[in-house]
């Protein structure tokens, strides 16, 4: 599996990061254990997850993702030092926000929750404008100086907030964002207007979500009689149901014939091929949808490829 540096952390991750919103929620976790001993067995050795995972599913409070992480580390031991665990705090949980006493309390909650000792990548799901960026920054850092986090990053930031907390970090000494993660995918580009030359500019490592529209560029969904097929159907996909959305299809279509590999792994390797993107986040609920995503890390699209992408879905 290729690997890229994130940012300036010194941590490299695969150029596919597996999203475990999945886990506990549309993947039990008998199922959970089985994609995430495939993830490690394909290389995809960066799990991506957050404490407020899956709250938003009936009679679920959070930390359901992070409870299924941990139950299978301890079920495979030696297997915490190939994976790389990436969580997330900020959200509406018991508590919520980037405050420092609630960073410090959802980062103890998240390393009991995943039975571990430091988390490498803990991101800022969100910004929270009502504290001063000086004291989120210094709370993670006191984590850091701790032992309990490696490397921080945020998620869900305006361009201007992003650069006002690297400005910050750079003049008072304190840690740094390493990464940002955006939503970014072929029918949503609006990174590219001013974060991704920004993260470019200021060599922050980008890993974004929703990689795969919600499951609209694995080509699952061609028609408004398709949405039933999941969870995610009416609520994220009908969207993108338009005459830009058949076209971006027909362009990921035909590149996967050419390639011989899935959709989905077309929609991959062409971030992937992006400059200023690490790795897109993707999830999957049976190990052969994940198969389908770490073939993503093989495809070399040419250059007539990559325009039929971008012409498709500018």
């Known amino acids: 599996?290729?690997?890229?540096?994130?940012?300036?952390?010194?941590?490299?991750?695969?150029?596919?990061?597996?999203?475990?919103?999945?886990?506990?929620?549309?993947?039990?976790?008998?199922?959970?254990?089985?994609?995430?001993?495939?993830?490690?067995?394909?290389?995809?050795?960066?799990?991506?997850?957050?404490?407020?995972?899956?709250?938003?599913?009936?009679?679920?409070?959070?930390?359901?993702?992070?409870?299924?992480?941990?139950?299978?580390?301890?079920?495979?031991?030696?297997?915490?030092?190939?994976?790389?665990?990436l969580t997330k705090c900020g959200m509406e949980m018991p508590g919520k926000g980037l405050s420092p006493a609630w960073i410090a309390t959802a980062c103890e909650a998240s390393l009991k929750r995943l039975g571990i000792e430091c988390i490498d990548l803990y991101q800022a799901h969100r910004d929270d404008e009502a504290t001063p960026l000086a004291d989120t920054l210094g709370a993670f850092q006191a984590l850091i100086k701790a032992g309990k986090v490696r490397a921080i990053g945020s998620s869900n930031y305006t361009a201007a907030r992003l650069k006002e907390a690297l400005d910050l970090s750079a003049a008072q000494g304190l840690p740094r964002f390493e990464s940002h993660q955006p939503v970014y995918n072929l029918m949503d580009r609006g990174l590219e207007a001013d974060l991704l030359p920004l993260c470019l500019a200021e060599e922050v490592g980008i890993i974004t979500y929703s990689s795969l529209a919600s499951g609209f560029l694995t080509g699952k969904y061609r028609t408004s009689a398709d949405l039933g097929k999941s969870v995610r159907g009416e609520r994220s996909v009908a969207k993108h149901m338009t005459e830009k959305g058949m076209a971006v299809l027909a362009a990921v279509d035909a590149a996967a014939a050419k390639h011989k590999v899935s959709p989905a792994a077309i929609a991959l390797a062409w971030q992937i091929a992006r400059p200023g993107i690490t790795a897109p986040i993707a999830s999957a609920t049976s190990p052969e949808q994940l198969a389908e995503l770490a073939v993503a890390a093989d495809v070399s699209l040419s250059a007539e490829d990559m325009a039929a992408l971008d012409h498709a879905s500018a």
Not at 34 to 45: F, Q, W
């Open 1 to 85: 599996m290729r690997m890229r540096a994130l940012g300036r952390s010194g941590i490299e991750v695969p150029v596919v990061v597996f999203g475990g919103n999945v886990f506990g929620w549309t993947a039990d976790q008998a199922m959970s254990f089985r994609l995430l001993d495939a993830c490690v067995d394909r290389g995809l050795i960066a799990i991506d997850t957050a404490d407020v995972y899956s709250a938003w599913a009936p009679g679920h409070s959070g930390g359901e993702s992070e409870t299924i992480i941990g139950a299978w580390l301890k079920a495979r031991p030696g297997v915490r030092d190939k994976v790389l665990i």
